[in-house]
């Protein structure tokens, strides 16, 4: 009974800690993974640059391919910004990226990095994860590529 007890008693204090753990105020609990273009602020941008030009050297996969999409989209949003040391990084994983799927993002973002001013719209948008925004981006490269006499 006392063993019981002794559990009983653990439990109500672990549960009443848990519960009182709740999210911030006003905070989405989905939120998107990827924000808009207000969500990066000029001071930051050059620092933005070089950590995404670190994760896109990583060795874990997940990490190569979020930073991909997070420095394509702020090649959208920061056309200004010299990403060059980037760009080159991005060209080599998409000959020579680990998996398809980097190469193909890496691909893709080659393209954004050509050319981002064709792509301004699609920056404007929030998705909710890096498939949503790739699938978003293919579909303007593939209009691109095809020419926009298509009917």
């Known amino acids: 009974m006392k063993t019981f007890m002794m559990v009983a008693a653990g439990l109500l204090i672990v549960s009443t800690s848990a519960a009182g753990q709740s999210p ?83 691909y893709l973002a080659t393209a954004v990095f050509d050319d981002p001013a064709r792509f301004e719209n699609t920056a404007r948008r929030m998705y909710e994860d890096c498939d949503d925004f790739f699938g978003v981006v293919a579909s303007q490269v593939h209009k691109t590529l095809l020419g926009h006499n298509m009917k």
């Open 24 to 106: 911030k105020r006003g905070a989405k609990p989905d939120a998107p993974a990827y924000g808009t273009v207000y969500s990066y602020e000029p001071s930051y941008l050059r620092r933005a640059a070089l950590n995404y030009a670190v994760a896109l050297q990583s060795d874990c996969d997940g990490v190569v391919e979020s930073a991909i999409a997070h420095t394509t989209l702020l090649r959208m949003v920061a056309q200004q910004l010299d990403m060059g040391k980037i760009h080159s990084i991005l060209v080599n994983l998409s000959e020579q990226g680990r998996t398809p799927a980097i190469r193909y993002k890496a």
